[in-house]
């Protein structure tokens, strides 16, 4: 659904950086000119030892320096290989993959809006289009697992958060603050990377009011389009349709979707 898109094939990257973010997430730097082409909502699909690859979105993309970020929370046995991978180690990487976000309309207000692990892809595209200076939104579980903020916020862009505990910013999800942004900002753009029931609820919001791209982070498999492990339902010219989200996405409209 967006514009250009890089794909290559299998990577041989180098880690050369390695970070405890927050409790129980880590964010790998790796150095690869091929996945530095990636566009914002594009992923990596990595391997990982006598397991299927597993998906992680790019937390930055640095084309000028040839580098990439992995931010990921570790959640099973996959992701707790990869962060107890060290700087000096290599990953057998297939990417960049999948279709990332369409870039905003310079001209029309935008608005990031992201959930948990679904916060690194979106600060990739504020990252790269940051001239025309997004409102940031962005929700976690508590205070120990907000994500970026600081990254943003030196970004120049203002952040605003919400817990769902009220440990940290606005007690509550994203959707209160996002409902005033739509309030205050017509024909506005919302990009948006969190979990299925958000996203859902975003995608509600938005209706009739905002034009929303939503990455979703289901599920995968293959990550090419054969095993069909991830489709989701989607509204067809006719009738419904089933949508690969690693090849068709993982970013949609999210009108394009049936939540
Ligand atoms: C396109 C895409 C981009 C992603 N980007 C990121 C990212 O930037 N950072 C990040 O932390 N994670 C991201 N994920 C999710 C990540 O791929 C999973 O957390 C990971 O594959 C889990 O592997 P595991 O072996 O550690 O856990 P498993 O042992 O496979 O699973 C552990 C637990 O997590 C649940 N789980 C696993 N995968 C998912 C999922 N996709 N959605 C919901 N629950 C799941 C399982 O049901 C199980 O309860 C992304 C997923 C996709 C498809
Ligand atoms: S993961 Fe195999 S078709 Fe999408």
Request: charged letters at 20%.
């Amino acid at each position: 659904m967006a514009g250009q898109q890089f794909h290559d094939g299998q990577v041989d990257a180098r880690i050369v950086r390695r970070e405890e973010v927050a409790r129980d997430h880590v964010e790998l730097i790796l150095e690869s000119p091929a996945l530095a082409r990636a566009v914002p909502g594009q992923f990596a699909h990595i391997l990982t030892p006598g397991m299927l690859r597993r998906p992680v979105s790019f937390s930055r993309i640095e084309p000028d320096s040839g580098r990439v970020g992995l931010l990921f929370q570790v959640v099973g046995e996959g992701t707790a290989w990869l962060a107890n991978c060290q700087e000096g180690e290599r990953l057998d990487i297939l990417g960049p993959l999948g279709h990332g976000f369409a870039p905003p309309d310079p001209s029309r207000p935008w608005c990031l809006v992201g959930g948990g692990v679904g916060i690194p892809p979106l600060y990739s595209a504020a990252a790269q289009w940051r001239e025309s200076a997004p409102d940031v939104i962005i929700g976690a579980r508590t205070r120990e697992w907000v994500l970026m903020q600081k990254d943003f916020e030196q970004l120049g862009l203002g952040v605003r958060v919400t817990t769902d505990d009220g440990s940290w910013g606005q007690a509550g999800t994203v959707i209160g603050p996002l409902q005033e942004w739509l309030e205050g900002h017509a024909d506005g753009q919302v990009f948006s990377c969190g979990p299925t029931p958000m996203l859902a609820a975003v995608a509600s919001a938005c209706r009739g009011r905002a034009a929303a791209q939503v990455a979703l982070e289901q599920r995968m498999g293959c990550g090419i389009g054969a095993c069909l492990a991830c489709v989701v339902p989607a509204r067809g010219q006719t009738q419904m349709e089933y949508r690969r989200v690693c090849t068709e996405g993982p970013v949609f409209l999210a009108e394009e979707l049936i939540w």
